[in-house]
Each structure stands twice: as C-alpha cells, then as structure tokens.
C-alpha cells in the first residue's frame, strides 16, 4: 500500500483545462479541420504517465464536458474518450518505453478509434458522416505527439506529479 501523499492533481486538471480552451478557441474557417483532439491528446499522455490517477472515469467526465461544450449528443465524446482511456492502459507500460515516434503511430490508430466512436454515434442518430477533413485531427495529433509529450512530461516532472 502505497501511503505517499499525491501530488500535482492541479498540474492534471490544468493541462485539462487548456486542452477545453484549445478546443473550443475560434479558428479561421479554413483551420478548423486541421484542429487536433487536444483533449484526448492531453488525457492519452495523463492516461499513460499516471495510470492510477488517470482512467476510464476521468475520461468518461473529460467526455461528458466535451459533450457540453460541442453541443453534442449526451455521452457521445464520453464514450469516446472512455474507449481511449481504456486503450491506454492496457498497453501504457509497453507504451512509454517506445521512442516518441513509435508512440506518435499508436496514438494515431487510439485517436482513429476515438474519431471512428464519434462518428458512428453520429450515423447513428442520423448526422450524416462528414468530408476527408474529418480524419485531418488524427494526422494532426500523431504529428504534434513528440512536442505535446515532451511538454506535459517536463511539467510533471518540475510540479513532481506522482
């Protein structure tokens, strides 16, 4: 049993919130494809250093604001985010000992999975599926891994997130 008090809950729920804002910041009309999941960006990092801080349920709360914030139908990002959570941990120790861009490649297929959930609750409530531009936030996120990686790692490290 590990009695050590925990740290750095504020380091999480802050990278979380900036997550929120990069999300629903206004962009040029021509941009907004190319917006990454910065939220799921943020919560596969947290989900992968700090597993037991971070899980299914974060995600599943991380997911149900996401829906609030787009709008969007009621459990729809939670139960994407969720099933990335999910996804995190069961490969997160063989995960963090790959260099960054093996795990750019596995976020990648996780982000592809989270947009494919989205998108199927979206066809199933009868949003019809969008342009090629929908899966751009994949490519973009499996891009800016390497920088977001190192970013969030240098804060945990510094505020001694356990």
Excluded at 25 to 46: K, N
Excluded at 62 to 86: I, P, S
């Amino acid at each position: 049993m590990n009695t050590a008090p925990r740290r750095g809950g504020q380091v999480i729920i802050i990278s979380l919130l900036i997550a929120y804002v990069l999300t629903i910041m206004p962009l040029p009309e021509w941009a907004r494809d190319w917006r990454p999941d910065w939220v799921a960006l943020v919560l596969i990092y947290w989900c992968m250093a700090a597993p037991q801080r971070v899980g299914v349920g974060v995600a599943w709360l991380a997911g149900l604001l996401l829906d609030v914030l787009h709008g969007a139908l009621l459990g729809q990002y939670a139960l994407g985010l969720a099933v990335t959570a999910y996804l995190v941990l069961n490969v997160h120790l063989r995960l963090r000992n790959q260099p960054l861009w093996q795990q750019a490649g596995v976020v990648m297929a996780i982000l592809a999975i989270h947009r494919l959930l989205v998108l199927w609750v979206n066809g199933v409530i009868g949003h019809p599926p969008g342009t090629w531009g929908y899966w751009l936030p994949v490519l973009v996120g499996g891009l800016l891994w390497p920088w977001l990686f190192v970013v969030l790692r240098d804060l945990r490290r510094r505020y001694k997130v356990a």
